[in-house]
T-cell receptor
């Protein structure tokens, strides 16, 4: 069974541009989470989507947005890129039915570099 | 606010040594979950264990063991007889427990980079 897949693996952009990152959850998982892992800042929760809706959002500006498609895949968009947006963006999925379990399955991440 | 502190930024040991990774957490919730994840060089986070706040029983899984002490708000992770393949960054995390369809919003510590040398 395929795990969580993310694309692209690496992305290089310049300041002010937009970046789009994609994530396909494990088959059967309806929830998708995005985390940012920036150097020195650890893993920060970005967004949670479930059944096509944004359920929760971390402490990030509105230029970080995303969506979840009917097939439960997800897209993270970062507008007006800034140098400090350079990070590894990790996507995770879970079943998210009933009480939360915390067992998130993570992809290998997309490394975004902003020049 | 929830917070997870992993005071050890980097640890280096020689193969077969035992090593303990410390994790201290803060939360006002009475019900919560604690986790450990492993991040090998490939980047993906690998789930290791979940423990809920009502279960203080220590757990052992092969060479891995976890010591949860609510009195000191600690959830330490010990690797016995470490191996080179254990080299990775290890993250401790905390989430609040929500009864139904809750967010898996995890608060992570900053991680401890473990290097096991041959």
């Amino acid at each position: 069974e395929a795990g969580v897949t993310q694309s692209p693996t690496h992305l290089i952009k310049t300041r002010g541009q937009q970046a789009t990152l994609r994530c396909s959850p494990i088959s059967g998982h309806t929830s998708v989470y995005w985390y940012q892992q920036a150097l020195g800042l650890g893993l920060q929760f970005l967004l949670w989507y479930d059944e096509g809706e944004e359920r929760n959002r971390g402490n990030f500006p509105p230029r970080f947005s995303g969506r979840q498609f009917p097939n439960y895949s997800s897209e993270l968009n970062v507008n007006a890129l800034e140098l400090e947006d350079s990070a590894l963006y990790l996507c995770a999925s879970s079943l998210a039915t009933g009480p939360n379990t915390g067992e998130l399955f993570f992809g290998e991440g997309s490394r975004l570099t902003v020049l | 606010a929830q917070k997870v502190t992993q005071a050890q930024t980097e640890i280096s040991v020689v193969e077969k040594e035992d090593v303990t990774l410390d994790c201290v957490y803060e939360t006002r919730d009475t019900t919560y979950y604690l986790f450990w994840y492993k991040q090998p060089p490939s980047g993906e986070l690998v789930f290791l264990i979940r423990r809920n706040s009502f279960d203080e029983q220590n757990e052992i899984s092969g060479r891995y063991s976890w010591n949860f002490q609510k009195s000191t708000s600690s959830f330490n992770f010990t690797i016995t007889a470490s191996q080179v393949v254990d080299s990775a960054v290890y993250f401790c995390a905390l989430s609040e427990a929500i009864a139904q369809g809750g967010s898996e919003k995890l608060v992570f510590g900053k991680g401890t980079k473990l290097t096991v040398n041959p």
